[in-house]
């Protein structure tokens, strides 16, 4: 089945970063938020994501919840 | 209960620290300092003859009925005029009163025709009542000299008809609409017997004057002169009932005056703490659609959306959802079901259907048409104050010396309280207006902004950094307030920010389109004029940094020390009815009741034991995210209840793909709406008039909604809610809303104090109602911020991805007017029509004068997402490169247009910015003509002669 959700799961993702960028700790509030408002299956999809797409806070964020969820984010 | 008018006490309430005694005909009254005789007398219960004074308006003075003797006074002095002073003695009823008062009200009953039998205000007349009171019995003048009997009508106005051979020219019409709508669109021509009450210029009626048929003028008039057009029709009312509007976000309150089983006629509720005994055309006048002939009235299935509908029993309808819903569970899991609560609902129907998701669905799939608006306002000040709601009461507005408005249109969007605004604006209060647009707040009859800042659609944030780079680096912020209620380094953290060169008005002009100047003023008039308070709507939600713009407005109000007590805060201007409380009551799919996050395990322990269920702890959908897993073939089932997903949210195709994509969509709604043309069940819904329950209003106001008529389809929402949660397997056995909200209160630490008795006896509550704030919470964060210390919030601005270029040069954003009201599914089924029958497209001149379009031409109004097409009004109102239009009329289909761009943290739309271009055209698009075509199809019933008609 095609889906376009992964790459808007990939921008959305990206989008909360930028707006975080200026926070003292980025890469902490991208995990929380994500971890707060994500579903699980929008959690697992966003680890599977190429990382190559990501912001490196991203990244690293998703790295991070990725461990917490028993997953391992791509990278 | 029999009818009654609502006392009038003459005069307005005086608010005073000093106590006065007096004595009237005998009987001592002590009252506050400067209130006058005839409301004393009144509250003594002894109300004094008169005509020219309403407790609505300031005293006039004029009509001389309501003379008084005074000890140690001489002459007879009015007592509408007279302030009570300490030791007076007043005498209401001697012979000498007697003789003058009948004098006076035979000069008025002269000219004024004695057809009271078959007047529509027989028995409910004030000069009728005061021609008994003075004892009036006949009249020595006759009919045979002049008058003024043979003026013909103006029913120009679809709800009140003006005759004015009726009026006594006491002028409270006059006075309503100056001082408690603001309009100034009555005046009194001429002088002496000629004089005559007018709606503006000579040529006009009601309908082409500037009236905006609020109402206050009608409710006002203490003859047949004015009068709503349903009480010639239907008659006088019997009996009346206190409920709260169903439209917008203030909350007023009315009485439902009714005969029999009829509404007659919606009267403001002079004691209601929302409106003050005002309204707008919306509450007061268009309530038609409630008994209108599209509703649909019986339950409806089909098993697909191509088939017609086929009119079932409640019981085959609930019982075959049932069996669909445990179908699709059964199939794709628990996670493919979700609903949507609906903020035009009471609190106690929204509860039930988010308990409905997690106690019977299984999961948090829940959100709520808040997510469309105000999601952003929730995220913005939990985060820096520690709740998600605004900070004041409406009255608040009284104490303020500077109101800053930004992305809200408050005398189209909250007529009421911008009518109570503009009464403080014309006392002296200053006025800062932030949007794209030119509103009529900026400019109208006694008020203009000291600064209108008229920014480039989608800069916001950065016009907030820089007023607050003004305020820090001027050294106008209050440190003193800062060290004691916020986090200090977080405060310098952000006050370097903001001071940072990048942030100044100079060189953010040229990305604002700002004026430097004029930003600078605005920042010190905010920083050193006094009480500041800062309204904001849905211009300043629905961006891509909604909730940036909601923590950077907070910052500025924390900076400033305007928070935590009268005439300042920081106030969220609610969009529908109930939003405050569909996401006070857990509507969010990462929130129970309350604000409390699925994954707070104490939270979830109470919802557990008191439902005997477990509940998810990890986040469920939003609408944006269930449309996608939709399309994704993972989401099949959707109850939505008073919502119409298709026709307000953004990208139309999208929502209508992910729609299609599923096998059950339920609507629960009193019309086919747009959304329901995707729907497999139809479960018809009561209006706010057939039900009991309580809405919250923008300032956190709990109000009485009470049924006033038996619902037609014969179910309230919450019956319906509960015999489908009960047909899946849930024991729900609530008798009454009321044992509903007794469950809230017991959940919800904010509602602890509240309950149905309270509120019989109060009228109203503001939440928090608890054991630290007994009485409820007018004003919030007064000794300290929720969440402790205050939060300043580095806001950057991030621009949006919706940029102009050669193919989409403008920037369209959207809004509402008076009239209608959100996707005007009720205002179009009202006379109200008559204000707006179509969408518009508002462009400046420059733009139409390049493209060759004038006003009335139709125009293709494309984007990157889609066309569509509608009229054009050219007006400089927007500034060149911005067009605007409104989203009440289906047929336009403006999200069409939209982008589904979101805000960041909450997927809030991005509505106010879509690059667009506008070119000339001849016809509805493609899309709009295989729109109507499907629209026609879906709403067929089968058997039925009777295709509901949009
Ligand atoms: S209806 Fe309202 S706006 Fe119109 S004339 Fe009366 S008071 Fe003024
Ligand atoms: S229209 Fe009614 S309120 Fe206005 S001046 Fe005439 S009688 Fe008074
Ligand atoms: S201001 Fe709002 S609540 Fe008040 S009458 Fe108008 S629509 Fe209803
Ligand atoms: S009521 Fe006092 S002068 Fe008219």
Redesign the pocket.
């Given at each position: 089945m095609s889906s376009h959700t992964p790459e808007k799961l990939a921008y959305m993702v990206n989008q909360i970063a930028r707006n975080l960028a200026l926070d003292p700790d980025p890469v902490g509030m991208v995990a929380q938020h994500i971890q707060d408002f994500w579903t699980p299956r929008m959690k697992h999809m966003a680890f599977a994501l190429d990382g190559a797409r990501l912001d490196p806070v991203v990244r690293e964020a998703l790295a991070r919840l990725a461990g917490q969820y028993g997953a391992a984010a791509a990278s | 209960m029999g009818y009654e008018r609502q006392a009038d006490f003459?005069t307005p309430e005086v608010r005073s620290d000093t106590q006065v005694t007096c004595t009237i005909d005998g009987r001592a009254v002590t009252v506050p300092a400067g209130t006058t005789v005839?409301r004393a007398a009144a509250l003594t219960g002894g109300a004094i003859p008169?005509?020219?004074?309403t407790d609505n308006v300031k005293?006039?003075?004029?009509?001389?009925?309501?003379l008084v003797e005074i000890d140690g006074m001489r002459g007879t002095p009015?007592?509408?005029?007279t302030p009570v002073a300490e030791g007076m003695s007043v005498h209401t009823q001697t012979p000498r009163l007697q003789k003058l008062r009948k004098g006076v009200m035979e000069l008025y009953i002269s000219d004024h025709p004695l057809d009271c039998l078959t007047c529509s205000a027989n028995n409910d007349c004030e000069l009728q009542d005061t021609a008994a009171q003075v004892g009036l019995r006949d009249v020595r003048y006759g009919y045979a000299g002049e008058n003024h009997l043979d003026q013909p009508a103006d029913t120009s106005n679809p709800y009140f008809d003006f005759d004015p051979s009726k009026c006594i020219v006491?002028s409270r019409c006059v006075r309503a609409c100056e001082e408690v709508q603001g309009t100034f669109a009555l005046t009194i021509d001429g002088r002496g017997f000629g004089s005559k009450v007018s709606a503006g210029l000579a040529s006009d009626s009601f309908l082409s004057s500037e009236c905006v048929s609020c109402g206050a003028c009608v409710q006002a008039c203490p003859t047949a002169t004015l009068q709503e057009k349903a009480v010639k029709e239907i008659g006088k009312p019997e009996r009346a009932v206190v409920t709260t509007c169903a439209y917008c976000g203030v909350g007023c309150t009315f009485r439902a005056e009714m005969r029999g089983e009829q509404l007659v006629r919606m009267v403001p509720w002079k004691d209601g703490k929302a409106n003050r005994g005002h309204s707008c055309v919306k509450g007061r006048f268009a309530w038609g659609y409630a008994q209108h002939q599209d509703r649909i009235l019986k339950p409806m299935i089909r098993s697909s959306i191509d088939e017609p509908w086929r009119e079932v029993s409640w019981e085959e309808a609930l019982g075959h959802t049932a069996r669909e819903l445990k179908r699709i569970s059964e199939k794709y899991g628990r996670q493919a079901l979700g609903g949507i609560t609906s903020s035009r609902c009471t609190n106690e129907e929204t509860f039930l259907v988010q308990k409905l998701i997690r106690a019977g669905f299984g999961n948090n799939n829940v959100d709520t048409c808040a997510r469309v608006c105000h999601s952003p306002t929730g995220y913005g000040l939990k985060t820096t104050f520690g709740t998600s709601a605004g900070t004041q009461d409406f009255d608040s507005v009284e104490d303020s010396d500077v109101i800053l408005v930004i992305g809200a249109n408050p005398t189209d969007g909250h007529p009421v309280f911008g009518s109570r605004m503009k009464k403080r604006l014309r006392q002296g209060a200053k006025l800062i207006v932030i949007d794209p647009r030119r509103t009529d707040l900026v400019r109208s009859p006694h008020v203009a902004a000291d600064y209108h800042l008229p920014l480039r659609p989608g800069t916001n944030v950065a016009v907030l950094t820089a007023l607050a780079h003004v305020i820090v680096t001027e050294g106008l912020a209050d440190e003193a307030f800062v060290r004691a209620r916020c986090d200090w380094d977080e405060y310098r953290h952000w006050a370097d920010f903001v001071s940072d060169a990048r942030h100044s008005p100079e060189f953010l002009e040229p990305v604002t389109g700002v004026p430097a100047e004029a930003l600078r003023g605005a920042a010190r008039l905010f920083a050193t004029g006094g009480n500041g308070a800062i309204y904001y709507g849905l211009g300043v939600t629905e961006h891509s940094q909604g909730s940036s713009t909601v923590m950077a407005i907070a910052n500025l109000a924390m900076a400033t020390g305007n928070i935590g007590r009268r005439g300042v805060g920081v106030n969220p201007l609610r969009g529908q009815n109930n939003v405050q409380g569909a996401c006070d009551m857990g509507s969010f799919p990462h929130e129970l009741s309350g604000y409390r996050h699925v994954s707070d395990a104490g939270a979830r322990a109470l919802f557990e034991a008191e439902w005997g269920v477990k509940i998810d702890p990890e986040p469920g959908l939003r609408i944006p995210n269930m449309l996608d897993a939709a399309t994704d073939g993972v989401f099949k089932a959707l109850y939505i209840q008073g919502e119409d997903i298709l026709q307000s949210d953004p990208d139309t195709k999208h929502v209508s793909a992910g729609l299609a994509a599923m096998e059950c969509v339920i609507v629960h709604d009193l019309f086919l709406n747009e959304t329901a043309n995707y729907a497999h069940v139809f479960l018809p819904g009561s209006s706010f008039l057939e039900k009991n329950g309580t809405f919250t209003n923008a300032e956190r106001r709990i109000q009485p909604v009470r049924k006033v008529m038996e619902p037609l389809n014969g179910y309230e929402d919450w019956q319906v809610t509960q015999e489908l949660a009960r047909a899946i397997g849930l024991d729900w056995n609530y008798t009454h809303p009321s044992e509903i909200m007794d469950e809230i209160a017991r959940l919800t630490p904010t509602f602890s104090g509240v309950n149905y008795a309270r509120l019989d006896a109060e009228g109203s509550l503001q939440w928090p109602v608890n054991a630290a704030a007994p009485d409820g919470s007018p004003i919030m964060h007064v000794d300290g911020f929720v969440r402790g210390k205050g939060k300043f919030v580095v806001t950057d601005y991030v621009p949006t991805d919706e940029r102009t270029g050669p193919r989409f040069p403008l920037l369209l954003t959207t809004g509402r007017i008076l009239s209608h009201y959100n996707v005007g599914a009720q205002t179009r089924r009202t006379a109200n029509v008559a204000w707006h029958p179509e969408d518009l497209l508002e462009m400046h001149p420059t733009d139409a004068e390049n493209r060759g379009v004038k006003s009335g031409d139709w125009v293709r109004l494309a984007s990157r997402a889609g066309e569509t097409t509608l009229r054009v009004t050219v007006t400089d109102r927007v500034a060149p490169g911005v067009v605007y239009t409104t989203f009440h009329h289906p047929a336009t289909q403006a999200n069409v247009v939209t982008t589904d761009y979101s805000d960041w943290a909450t997927n809030c739309p991005e509505y106010k910015v879509t690059a667009v271009q506008v070119t000339p055209s001849n016809g509805p698009t493609d899309w709009q003509e295989g729109y109507e075509e499907l629209t026609r199809r879906s709403r067929r019933i089968e058997g039925g002669a009777m295709e509901a008609a949009e």
């Open positions: - | 003459g005839m008169k005509l020219c004074a005293q006039f003075g004029s009509c001389r009925m309501c009015a007592s509408c005029t006491c």
